[in-house]
């Protein structure tokens, strides 16, 4: 599967903003996504994922109760959702896919390209 992301910008802080994440193929729904980041200096860090049915999310305490991730499988898409945006959410975000719903970055693929998040102070 091919992922590419999108919906990165410059925000405020405090403000929203939703990324997407477009597969193509006809196997997304085999795959559990997640939301990867990476802030410039550090290590590609969790920020969300989501099973393969749906009905399963899970979240980085950093983020937890401000990010929403969710999918679309009519249109291989799959979305993380940010409100309350701080300075420390500044880094690129990911979309890869994994065949085991976890949190470990090793677990995922098929990183694609990335879109950057600036949240001003």
């Known amino acids: 599967v091919q992922l590419q992301a999108s919906g990165g910008g410059l925000v405020q802080a405090g403000g929203s903003l939703r990324l997407s994440c477009a597969a193509s193929g006809r196997t997304f729904r085999r795959y559990v996504m997640g939301w990867f980041r990476q802030a410039p200096g550090k290590e590609r860090e969790f920020v969300a994922a989501?099973?393969?049915?749906?009905?399963?999310?899970l979240y980085a305490d950093s983020v937890k109760g401000r990010f929403t991730i969710s999918r679309d499988d009519a249109k291989n898409t799959v979305y993380l959702q940010m409100s309350s945006l701080k300075p420390e959410d500044t880094a690129v975000y990911y979309c890869p896919a994994a065949l085991s719903y976890t949190t470990l970055v090793a677990a995922y693929d098929c990183w694609g390209q990335g879109t950057l998040v600036t949240v001003s102070s």
């Open positions: 989501i099973s393969k049915n749906g009905g399963s999310t």
